[in-house]
């Protein structure tokens, strides 16, 4: 496990919508995009429907995350972040991170979020960094 930096920590508080890669059944990278929280040295990710993405975390727990900046640095690169991880998937608790994370991601006046009465407790993922990259302050 290695410790999220605190440089990626403050990045991603800004709401950057993270790329999930999955590995499907067949060894192929699965990519979809989702809202990530910071927990500590963990990310958390709140999905409220099973989804293909979850079935293959459950199969294959390894992970990778990556997030873009907008402006150019100093050289004139846009900084980005890459989470190397592994992945657990639990259930229960998603439309608690769901609003949390709404406040990050659409605004302090963020309404309920999900918009629907009783939402299923669906699921949370917890990522454990192994290894983060880019090009920023987070990368070795």
């Known amino acids: 496990m290695a410790s999220l930096p605190d440089s990626a920590k403050e990045f991603l508080l800004q709401g950057r919508i993270g790329?999930?890669?999955?590995?499907?059944?067949?060894?192929?990278?699965?990519?979809?995009?989702?809202?990530?929280?910071?927990?500590g040295d963990?990310?958390?990710?709140?999905?409220?429907f099973d989804q293909r993405k979850l079935r293959n975390m459950r199969r294959?727990?390894?992970?990778?995350l990556s997030f873009e900046g907008d402006e150019p640095n100093e050289t004139g690169l846009v900084p980005y972040l890459v989470v190397d991880g592994t992945a657990e998937v639990t259930e229960g608790g998603a439309p608690e991170l769901l609003q949390e994370l709404a406040y990050v991601y659409l605004g302090p006046d963020a309404g309920k979020f999900p918009p629907m009465p009783d939402p299923p407790p669906g699921?949370?993922?917890?990522?454990?960094?192994?290894?983060?990259?880019?090009?920023g302050p987070w990368a070795g």
């Open 19 to 39: 790329h999930l890669s999955t590995l499907a059944r067949d060894g192929r990278p699965h990519v979809t995009c989702a809202w990530v929280g910071v927990d």
């Open 42 to 48: 963990q990310l958390t990710i709140g999905t409220l």
């Open 60 to 64: 294959d727990s390894r992970v990778t």
């Open 123 to 135: 699921f949370v993922t917890r990522i454990t960094p192994d290894r983060t990259g880019g090009v």
